[in-house]
């Protein structure tokens, strides 16, 4: 267990290379199978890993949730994940991976722990037409042979978190405040998200706040779109900005990221001007510093309807004030 946590810690300062680790764990047998398959989650999402402790059952207290457990102080509810999956543990749960989640901690309750791999973004395909589980939001592909049966199901934390607590991850738990967005007509806001939960909640938000938006399951999605529409800007000897208002990216997503997806943007002479905001579940100083690294104009935890659009209407502000200036600077 000890060595789990160790590689936790050593490896969570990643490259930004699109890369990144996968826990590997196991939740027992599926209920239409005798397998046990292998399950997968984000490093960046684990705080730490700690074998199953005693924790307290509240009255009227509802499965999946088992209980609340105090870690180093912290009161946290326990999620018994292999019931979320359909799965059976044969030698029980005995695993608690504890997570940070959009300003949120929980414990998940697994049956073993195997190992934890690095992988290349373009090793994660999603899952929503090759998976019927609910709760899977990617299949990672734990070899660089893409026929291989070497397979993990990526669990999907937000649409797991959002029907157990709905009201703690509603994108409109509160109402919008008025604000202005320097929007120029016919221009568009990409998206960039993989979860279905996640981008249902964006689509309204944004529809919320008059911002027309075209929206992508992966990075690599929303970049090939940028970059047909650019090459349309050019063909029209227009500014790219006429087309694109924004990026609203997710970090974690099936062929390329979102660190990936930005610094693309950000690094083409085309598209360096338009505003980039990270909308991510994924916190933390090393995660922070990353995106500050591939020149993100915004960032905002998930799931928080005011603070998104305070973000969006900041560097749209800021875009056009730019704007402005190299404008009054040509003339």
């Not at 579940?281 to 104009?297: F, M, P, T, Y």
């Amino acid at each position: 267990m000890d060595n789990f946590q160790k590689e936790i810690d050593d490896r969570a300062n990643l490259t930004l290379s699109n890369r990144f680790e996968l826990l590997l764990f196991r939740l027992g047998k599926a209920s239409q199978s005798d397998a046990s398959e292998l399950y997968g989650i984000n490093v960046f999402k684990l705080r730490e890993i700690v074998p199953m402790p005693n924790f307290t059952r509240p009255a009227g207290i509802r499965p999946p949730l088992m209980g609340m457990v105090n870690i180093r102080d912290q009161i946290i509810p326990v999620i018994d994940l292999a019931a979320v999956a359909g799965c059976t543990p044969s030698n029980g749960l005995n695993i608690l991976l504890i997570t940070e989640y959009a300003r949120s901690v929980q414990a998940f309750a697994v049956e073993s722990v195997e190992n934890i791999t690095r992988l290349d973004w373009t090793q994660i395909h999603t899952a929503e037409k090759a998976v019927n589980g609910k709760y899977i939001t990617s299949i990672a592909c734990l070899d660089d042979h893409q026929e291989s049966n070497n397979l993990a199901m990526v669990i999907d934390v937000e649409q797991i978190l959002y029907d157990i607590t709905p009201a703690n991850h509603d994108l409109h738990a509160k109402e919008l405040s008025p604000r202005k967005f320097n929007i120029k007509p016919g221009a568009t806001a990409i998206v960039a998200e993989d979860s279905k939960v996640a981008r249902a909640m964006l689509e309204k938000g944004l529809q919320a706040m008059d911002i027309p938006a075209q929206l992508h399951v992966t990075g690599k999605e929303a970049w090939e779109k940028i970059e047909q529409i650019a090459q349309q800007a050019a063909q029209e000897g227009v500014p790219v900005s006429d087309k694109i208002s924004l990026v609203l990216t997710d970090l974690e997503m099936p062929e390329m990221d979102g660190f990936t997806l930005t610094r693309k943007i950000k690094t083409d002479p085309r598209l360096r001007n338009i505003p980039v905001v990270i909308h991510s579940s994924l916190s933390g100083n090393a995660n922070e510093d990353h995106i500050r690294k591939v020149n993100a104009d915004g960032y905002v935890a998930k799931f928080e309807i005011n603070e998104l659009a305070a973000v969006i209407e900041q560097v749209l502000k800021k875009s056009a004030s730019q704007g402005e200036n190299a404008l009054h600077a040509v003339r």
